[in-house]
């Protein structure tokens, strides 16, 4: 046959033979299996075909962690911030988060920063994904929950605290634990407050472990009651634990008290010691130097004003041309103390009495600070659901009935006195 010739002739292919069988193999592999075979139940390729593929396995992903936000009222180094964390990385159900003031906030309750410059750094914490915020508590969940901060809509709890000092009754209106955690009830993000019953000379950090490991099931709880959506609604749980954690008595669902701390404002001394006295007086010699050269120059001074040549100046006095006199200018000092006072309400249903008992109290409670009479029933359901109080009842029934039963058989075999 003769050789065609001009564009029918056959070009030759400029690539290897070789190269082009494996790209013919790969894109074979790669193509759909055919209806036929899906429908016979064809075989899965087999690993090593996958491999010569290129395709990545896909991985076995689980289900995802509910994510959990974290603040505290003490800052981002407060102890019962730490021991929080510590615990729920370790139980390991949820994702921890943490935006903390970067100092401790006390007692600046709903305060905002506005018109001013916040700054968001990172902070090392194992486990968790944490940042320190040049703001108040408030700022930290607002923050957090914006989106700016944390890729998430939003976390499926937010956890005040574990802040130092209990938070009964009208102490609510001056706490930074409790308005953080109402600024996520304000975005409808169920949250929960929690604080250790801090006694000067008595506690210590290691109780904020304790605290944590204690509330720990509850917060279990929450997580599962808001994925199953039984969560309590429209309120926040205060919690308080007693000031011994290892020793308490249980939870209990406490109402809020109307106790209030005394406020009592003390004058402080204007003559403070000034720096200079505070240092001459650790250095006594060199005060004494210092003393000694002052009076020196106090003499030499006095010499050259008695031997300088006196003037005489006449002041005309300005007070009938209506100019305005000088005004002594008054500062005083004074510092704010919180004290202690005798609670007189004998209701053991209260926060405040459920603490000095040794229960771990609960207190629901909404935007305004206080509970509807009608969210009372659905708490208490759901709080001996979360910890099994009602279990707990059963089994110490059941536990007298068996120690009375010894004691019923014995008297039905003792013979009756005549």
């Known amino acids: ?68 936000l974290l603040t505290c009222a003490g800052g981002i180094r407060a102890p019962g911030l730490a021991a929080l964390v510590d615990a729920l990385v370790a139980g390991g159900r949820c994702d921890v988060h943490v935006c903390a003031p970067e100092s401790d906030k006390p007692a600046c309750g709903y305060s905002i920063t506005i018109r001013e410059t916040i700054t968001a750094t990172s902070v090392d914490f194992k486990g968790a994904k944490a940042f320190e915020i040049s703001g108040t508590p408030v700022d930290c969940v607002s923050l957090a929950l914006s989106g700016r901060l944390f890729s998430w809509s939003a976390p499926a709890l937010v956890i005040s605290g574990i802040n130092a000092g209990a938070n009964c009754g009208y102490e609510m209106f001056h706490s930074s634990a409790i308005a953080a955690a109402r600024e996520a009830l304000l975005y409808d993000v169920p949250s929960i407050a929690i604080s250790l019953n801090w006694k000067k000379d008595e506690s210590k950090d290691s109780d904020f472990k304790d605290a944590a490991e204690v509330c720990l099931p509850l917060i279990h709880a929450a997580l599962e009651g808001v994925e199953k959506g039984t969560f309590l609604r429209g309120c926040l749980l205060n919690i308080g634990v007693p000031s011994s954690p290892t020793t308490n008595k249980g939870f209990k669902l406490t109402k809020q008290s109307i106790y209030r701390p005394a406020q009592s404002w003390e004058g402080v001394s204007t003559s403070r010691p000034t720096p200079a006295t505070h240092f001459m007086g650790m250095h006594q010699s060199l005060g004494i130097q210092l003393a000694q050269l002052g009076k020196d120059a106090s003499a030499a001074g006095a010499a050259r004003r008695i031997n300088a040549q006196r003037k005489i100046v006449e002041v005309e006095s300005v007070a009938s041309t209506g100019k305005a006199e000088a005004r002594e200018v008054v500062k005083k000092l004074f510092r704010a103390e919180f004290t202690e006072k005798q609670h007189e309400c004998l209701d053991e249903d209260i926060d405040l009495r459920a603490l000095e008992n040794g229960f771990i109290s609960v207190t629901p409670l909404n935007i305004h600070g206080n509970v509807a009479p009608e969210t009372g029933a659905p708490a208490s359901d759901w709080l001996s659901v979360a910890v099994g109080l009602d279990k707990a009842k059963e089994d110490s029934v059941v536990t007298a009935e068996e120690q009375d039963a010894p004691a019923v058989a014995e008297e039905k075999e003792a013979p009756s006195a005549t």
């Open 1 to 68: 046959m003769a050789a065609s010739s001009g564009d029918d002739a056959p070009r030759p292919n400029p690539l290897p033979s070789a190269l082009v069988s494996n790209l013919q193999s790969v894109l074979a592999a790669r193509r759909p299996p055919p209806p036929a075979a899906e429908e016979a139940g064809a075989e899965a390729p087999a690993p090593e075909a996958a491999e010569s593929s290129g395709a990545a396995p896909v991985a076995d992903e689980g289900p995802a962690k509910p994510a959990v």
